[in-house]
């Protein structure tokens, strides 16, 4: 029997608004302090009232926009209720019949193998990703277990969330964890969350089922629980695609909505409880909130705010700069890179303009220029740069290499005035001091050397020292020019222009005798 993979993912994302949701307590929650931000408010007790935190609406409605949804005009706030220790309200406010937005979509490259990479303009490699809704709500306290006893830390409680629910258009675990990675990319391009998963700022639930190929009924779904990272996500989805699998072709296929929860050990998944279903809420209009009403034109402002967005810059990126897919899925992968991508690429058409000896208008002197150049950026700072910030540990923003000097870096390799043995130790020294990269290679004597007298005496003295070599190199013995060219490059410690060195050997050999 061929099954089909069916799969919905349900994202909780975590606002960064400077205050909580309902409440004027600090929206910090990874603090080393338990249950310091906290108030009488987001602990629910009674007498209290709560007020909507309006940046935080703002902040949702940039995200419904940013995944094309449909803003109701009209929403409202309702009371979930469930009892758990982390939810000391015993009900959480959140969205039902009345939410934000719905009705939206999100495209993403399914056939690519890192999911990202590769051309989006080619249409069968995208696929569209239905979005059932985006409703917003409180996040709840965090369970600490240690040992036999559980403690609850209500520093997130009440902080601002919005819930992101596909629809079932999945149908593999790749997908799944490529579309979380898109909605982790727009909200960091939108700059309202961090989304980073392992600190639980993008929390992420899925959905699977099977079904025979061909039929369109759904069959009872598996939620997975405890996923808190992509590479988990992907993981966990496979395993229930295989332990599904077996159910089926055994004919005892679930038949009930089940709860369970990845265990990154064990890496399986593992039953939890039967799921809830809507009506075990109990939801009903949150008394103590009034309804929210936007106008069309109040949406439409908030439009114009939105910042490019990753789908769009990537394919800026790829069409404006000829990248590839892949480099391009590297250096749009966060806002701070791709301007810093962006500062060093306008610093290097602006030094094309000041050189002498160039012709045209400047489009056409880019033109001409561009592709060299844009490899040499893209191969430097991926390669290089990044892995020896990573190392260091150092974020972009605190590096001491700014746009200018890692664009100056460039040019001097561009117009091999230095090699590249050169290039990576003046690179390390910008990132160590910020220092100029001209200074530092001044100061360590690492020109490159293309001609004049100090060349032209350390070949001849090369050619002096090995007389038999020269010969047999005279009589014909053409790969000995690379034994030479190497004894150049140990004397000159690296300095030389290889290919001019060569060019100067081979004319010295042959006026030599």
Request: with cysteine.
């Amino acid at each position: 029997m061929k099954l089909v993979t069916i799969i919905g993912l349900e994202f909780h994302v975590q606002l960064k608004t400077k205050t909580k949701m309902f409440c004027a307590c600090a929206n910090e929650s990874d603090l080393n302090d338990a249950n310091k931000n906290i108030c009488p408010i987001c602990l629910g007790h009674p007498g209290t009232l709560p007020a909507v935190n309006k940046e935080a609406i703002k902040m949702a409605i940039k995200a419904a926009l940013a995944i094309n949804c449909k803003i109701n005009l009209f929403t409202k706030f309702d009371r979930k209720n469930y009892f758990y220790p982390d939810l000391p309200k015993g009900y959480q406010v959140s969205q039902y019949e009345e939410p934000l937005a719905e009705h939206g979509f999100l495209i993403i490259n399914n056939k690519a193998a890192d999911g990202l990479a590769g051309r989006f303009d080619i249409e069968e490699q995208l696929k569209r990703i239905g979005i059932t809704r985006l409703h917003m709500e409180e996040d709840t306290g965090k369970s600490i277990h240690i040992g036999d006893t559980t403690l609850i830390d209500f520093n997130r409680g009440g902080a601002p969330l919005i819930e992101i629910v596909t629809e079932p258009d999945l149908s593999s675990p790749q997908e799944a964890k490529t579309f979380a990675q898109e909605i982790q990319l727009i909200m960091r391009g939108l700059g309202i969350s961090d989304a980073d998963m392992e600190k639980g700022q993008l929390r992420c639930d899925a959905n699977i089922s099977l079904r025979p190929l061909g039929e369109t009924k759904l069959y009872s779904k598996t939620e997975i629980k405890n996923i808190n990272s992509f590479h988990s996500l992907e993981k966990a989805l496979s395993f229930e695609v295989e332990r599904q699998t077996l159910l089926w072709e055994k004919g005892t296929p679930p038949n009930t909505l089940e709860t369970r929860g990845w265990d990154d050990a064990k890496q399986e998944t593992i039953s939890q409880r039967v799921k809830e279903d809507s009506q075990d809420y109990r939801y009903f209009p949150e008394p103590d909130l009034p309804p929210l009403t936007f106008t069309d034109a109040q949406i439409d402002a908030i439009s114009k705010e939105l910042p490019e967005l990753p789908q769009t810059k990537r394919r800026r990126f790829m069409e404006m700069y000829g990248l590839s897919g892949e480099d391009t899925k590297i250096v749009t992968g966060s806002t701070k890179l791709a301007n810093y991508t962006e500062q060093v690429i306008s610093e290097l058409r602006e030094w094309l303009n000041t050189m002498e000896n160039a012709q045209g208008t400047e489009e056409e002197i880019w033109d001409k220029n561009k592709t060299k150049l844009i490899k040499l950026v893209s191969g430097w700072l991926i390669n290089k740069f990044l892995p020896l910030i990573a190392d260091k540990k150092i974020p972009l923003e605190d590096c001491k290499v700014n746009a200018e000097n890692f664009a100056e870096f460039i040019t001097m390799i561009y117009g091999n005035k230095i090699n590249s043995t050169a290039a990576q130790t003046i690179l390390a020294a910008m990132i160590d001091t910020g220092a100029d990269p001209s200074n530092i290679m001044e100061e360590k004597n690492l020109k490159q050397m293309d001609s004049g007298a100090d060349l032209d005496q350390v070949i001849e003295k090369i050619i002096r020292a090995n007389p038999e070599q020269a010969e047999q190199f005279r009589a014909g013995k053409e790969p000995l020019i690379k034994f030479f060219l190497g004894l150049v490059m140990r004397e000159t410690k690296g300095a030389a222009n290889p290919q001019t060195t060569e060019e100067l050997l081979r004319k010295k050999l042959t006026e030599t005798k």
